[in-house]
């Protein structure tokens, strides 16, 4: 049962990761019936002000002593990369006496730095996930993910994905009636569909040899067009195994990969920016139809053409088909 929640906040610390965590767990909402939770802000020592990134100043009531005894300790994002020696001790020690650990955005790198990434599978923002992982090589991060669940660990992507990883704690521990009474007070979705996937702008390997160059670009003005290695070969004027061996040396993928990406990159940009119907996006990019592309879309997004379509395409912007 979740009753207590430390939210930690340290220097450069991110306003609106902080404001999810306060949001969610640090407003009364007893006039909805919902429960009141012990939640106490802690710095590094009590009242004395710490900068924000936004050029404000948040002044915690408590010290690290809050940490002790709360059922849920949750590290707010921040900038920083270098922590005081007492405030990873007193992470540590929340966590050996069985507190749940959260972290929002860039906080898991606290976490990391207290070695509660050892072994522990997390995630963190698409954008971080390289300096996550060559910080702390023995987490296992999985970068695609909103948030991660792992027991007494928790963490979450950028930003707004505080919100689901924080939404999804208090379902874990209160139950769907809570939960849905917080996400309505706040107006978001109690969960969400997809992960990160859907928000990384994921570019076609490039390819660093004269020699593909023009059949990679042929390709890609071609995507109707159902390719196969020993066409591709016969363009490139190469046996079928010196094109395969090359492709992958200079791209870092097959063929098929590489086609098959770029045909999900047209799909996204049709998804935006067109009102064409599925069966047509489908077709212009290459995968003959709607339930092909669904099943390739889906895979390499993480959600359906449809719902893409519903959270990316501006009407304002729109062109026509």
Do not use: K
Not at 162 to 182: K, Q
Not at 257 to 266: D, E, Y
């Amino acid at each position: 049962m979740l009753r207590s929640v430390a939210a930690l906040v340290l220097p450069e610390l991110a306003v609106f990761e902080f404001g999810v965590l306060t949001e969610v767990f640090g407003l009364d909402r007893s006039d909805d019936g919902l429960p009141v939770l012990d939640f106490r802000v802690c710095g590094p020592q009590a009242g004395v002000p710490l900068e924000t990134t936004s050029g404000a100043q948040i002044v915690p009531r408590h010290g690290l002593e809050g940490l002790a005894g709360a059922d849920l300790v949750a590290v707010g994002a921040t900038h920083l990369r270098e922590y005081p020696p007492e405030v990873l001790d007193a992470l540590r020690a929340a966590a050996r006496n069985g507190a749940t650990v959260l972290s929002v955005c860039s906080g898991v790198f606290v976490l990391g730095a207290a070695g509660l990434l050892d072994g522990r599978r997390c995630t963190v923002h698409w954008h971080e996930a390289d300096e996550l992982r060559r910080l702390y090589p023995q987490a296992v991060v999985e970068e695609d993910r909103l948030f991660v669940d792992d027991g007494n660990l928790v963490t979450s992507a950028g930003t707004a994905a505080g919100i689901d990883a924080c939404l999804h704690l208090v379902r874990r521990e209160l139950g769907s009636a809570v939960v849905n009474g917080i996400a309505r007070r706040m107006v978001v979705p109690p969960q969400r569909e997809g992960g990160q996937r859907q928000f990384i702008e994921q570019p076609v390997p490039e390819c660093t040899s004269d020699s593909l160059s023009a059949v990679l670009d042929w390709m890609n003005e071609n995507l109707q067009v159902e390719h196969t290695v020993a066409d591709l070969a016969r363009r490139a004027a190469m046996s079928q195994r010196t094109f395969a061996r090359r492709f992958t040396a200079e791209t870092g993928t097959t063929p098929h990969r590489w086609l098959s990406r770029q045909r999900v990159l047209h799909a996204r940009h049709l998804l935006e920016e067109t009102d064409l119907p599925m069966d047509a996006v489908a077709h212009r990019a290459g995968f003959g139809g709607a339930a092909l592309l669904r099943h390739h879309f889906r895979r390499a997004v993480g959600v359906s053409p449809a719902d893409y379509r519903t959270t990316f395409r501006c009407p304002q912007e729109t062109v026509p088909a």
